[in-house]
């Protein structure tokens, strides 16, 4: 009996940290969550603090809907093309912290989520900051690479793809960065561990596509602006909150 006592308060457990927003409303902190110093981002109606990568206002590509931040297709342009719709949450530059967001793919839909972000004029957001990928896993057209799935450190660590829920339903995203430590937390599971600024880091960055990227042979920043990215495909963010460390 107590054996089952046991299993059936640890699986309670796991689905209160696999759906942190259970039991209240989006874009909403509970008692305790104010009392360990949560932030949110977003409220939910609005994009007050948010403002384009390397801009001062919001891209015409983003929306507001169902209590949700939405980037979608710009006009003029076919699924997979930007619009220069990258942005930043550009308040204050973040240096040590807890991010949790929640995150929906439409079909075929690729996104990012970044952190440390170091504006550079002319550049997009990924030039200079590490991404957290948001990827419809299952049809979208970036997905021949483990490392290029969601919840991934986009093309140099692989999370597992059997943490991912499919299109259309929510996901939670935890990105914990301390004094250069971070791990990904994608529904409840670490699926991503690593440590900035190591030889380690400079291998991963050495193997991937940023090997010749200035922002990333130069140093990631030690702090900077949370960011999301538009790759003009539909995506939905809510529950953006971070607690600094």
């Known amino acids: 009996m107590k054996k089952n006592i046991n ?10 940290l696999t759906v942190p927003s ?48 939405k980037v979608f297709t710009g006009p003029g342009k076919q699924p997979g093309q930007g619009s220069d719709g990258d942005i930043v949450y550009g308040v204050k530059k973040f240096k040590n912290f807890e991010l949790s967001v929640d995150w929906k793919a439409s079909k075929m839909a690729n996104s990012g989520i970044f952190y440390y972000v170091r504006e550079v004029p002319g550049k997009p957001i990924y030039y200079a900051a590490p991404e957290v990928q948001v990827l419809d896993n299952v049809d979208a057209t970036d997905n021949k690479i483990a490392s290029h799935l969601a919840g991934s450190l986009y093309d140099m660590l692989p999370a597992d793809p059997k943490t991912v829920k499919p299109t259309g339903e929510w996901n939670t995203i935890v990105i914990s960065v301390k ?13 991503c561990e690593y440590t900035l600024w190591t030889p380690a880091w400079d291998k991963m960055v050495a193997n991937s596509k940023f090997k010749d990227f200035p922002g ?7 702090e900077g602006y949370i960011g999301l990215q538009d790759h003009g495909y539909t995506v939905w963010f809510r529950n953006v909150k971070i607690k600094e460390l």
Do not use: Y
């Open 216 to 222: 990333f042979t130069e140093g990631i920043s030690h």
């Open 179 to 191: 004094d250069g430590k971070v791990t990904h937390i994608q529904n409840g599971v670490k699926v």
């Open 22 to 69: 259970f039991g209240q409303k989006p874009n909403t902190l509970t008692p305790q969550e104010k009392k360990e110093g949560w932030t949110l981002l977003f409220d939910g109606k609005d994009f007050n603090g948010w403002r384009q990568c390397n801009g001062t206002a919001m891209p015409k590509d983003w929306t507001i809907e169902d209590n949700a931040m």
């Open 7 to 16: 299993l059936l308060l640890t699986a309670i457990a796991v689905v209160l």
